[in-house]
Each structure stands twice: as C-alpha cells, then as structure tokens.
C-alpha cells in the first residue's frame, strides 16, 4: 500500500520570504513523487516530480523539492513566496514497480496564504 | 489544462437520478481516471482505465460505473446519485511510453450537487 500525509491543512507566510510545504510518503518500494497546485475553481496542475537522481528537483513557477530517503519526506520549497502563489498544494506518489494502472495517491492538500 | 476537457462543468440532481459525467481528451494518452476531491480527504480515486474497454476500480468505487469505448472519452455515471457523491469530480489521463513516471494531467473539472 501507498500514503501520502500532509501535516499541515494551511501555512502561513510573508510575500518575499521563503516557504516550506511538508510532504512524507509510504511505499513499499522506491517512490515516484510529485507536487501539485491548484488555484480556485481549476484542476490540478503539476508542478514538479522525483524520479531517481539528485535530491532537489526544480519544478515550474521557482519551486523546488527536496526528497530525503532517510526520512521518507518530499517538501516543497520556494526561496521568495509571491502572493500569487497562495493556492492549494497536494504531494502525490506511487510505487515505480508496475504501470500506469497504479494510481497516484494523494495527500489531503496544504492551502498556503502568502500575506502581502 | 492539457487537452482534457469535462461535462457538464457544473450539474445539480436530485436524489435518485442518474447522471453520467463526460472526460474528452485530445492526448492519445492510454490512462485515464476518475477521481472526486472532497475537504479533508484530497483527491480519491474512484476507477480508472487501461485502454479501450478496460477499466478496473478504485478505492471509493461503489455507486459508480465507468465505460470507455474510445480512446479520447471516459464516462462516469452515477446509477441513482445520492447526496453523499455531491462533489468535484476530475479527469487525469497519463501515457504508457517505456520509462514513463506516469505524472498525471488533471481536467478542469465537474462540480456535482446531489439535492
């Protein structure tokens, strides 16, 4: 089986200073993960993944990820938040063995507010 | 949105009717699924499908069928819709290339109200 926990449903931060979106994942074998967003009354839009490879992986609109193995996390990171980017984020993964037929599992998402 | 479009955009029914939301996409991607979002629970996934006429479930499966008799199209239908589906629902579809992580690219979606 596969999960997704995200801890937290809202954070908090000032236009300009960096951001932190939590992430930590459960499978079985090696992970494929991703970063969603979606603004108000639109669809998911994808933002980054982790294949294999180097730790920090570098997505649309500035953010980035760091995936720790260790610790079994995928957080989404940005140096400077904008208030654009006030939106709704879901981490998703699914196991790399077989196909797409496994579906990705989401977490139950982490609105973040960017104060001007 | 990635050549996916959905309809209707918005429905209300009554309790007991049926209603079959339709998924179009212009990709040629061989994945496709069906997920509803509801508030503290993120996105589920109700069925997918593999392929012309293959489709399996998903984990909230019950009170809904799926059909896919084309490539680009993938309906769902709520045999008797209750409240308790009263939700968004969206369209994903993915491509099967070799090596593919399989990402997912999301319709605008479907805002159902069951009354």
């Known amino acids: 089986a596969q999960s997704v926990a995200q801890p937290e449903d809202q954070v908090n931060v000032a236009e300009g200073n960096p951001l932190t979106v939590k992430c930590t994942y459960s499978v079985s074998g090696n992970p494929y993960l991703f970063w969603y967003v979606q603004y108000p009354n639109r669809g998911l839009q994808f933002l980054l993944k982790y294949i294999t490879g180097d730790n920090l992986v570098k997505g649309s609109y500035g953010f980035e990820a760091e995936f720790n193995k260790s610790q079994t996390s995928f957080h989404l990171k940005k140096p400077s938040a904008l208030v654009s980017d006030s939106a709704l984020y879901f981490c998703a993964v699914r196991d790399i063995r077989g196909s797409g037929r496994r579906a990705l599992t989401f977490g139950s998402g982490t609105r973040l507010q960017v104060q001007p | 949105d990635a050549g996916i479009t959905q309809s209707p955009r918005h429905k209300v029914t009554e309790t007991g009717t049926p209603v079959t939301l339709r998924c179009h996409q212009t990709?040629?991607?061989?994945?496709m699924y069906w997920y509803r979002q509801d508030p503290g629970h993120g996105l589920r996934l109700i069925h997918y499908s593999y392929g012309v006429k293959d489709t399996d479930k998903g984990e909230v499966s019950d009170g809904y069928s799926v059909s896919r008799s084309k490539t680009e199209d993938f309906l769902l239908t709520l045999e008797s819709a209750t409240s308790s589906q009263t939700s968004v629902y969206f369209c994903a579809i993915s491509e099967s290339r070799a090596n593919s992580s399989y990402e997912q690219y999301f319709g605008p979606g479907t805002r159902l109200t069951v009354t």
């Open positions: 990709e040629n991607h061989r994945y």
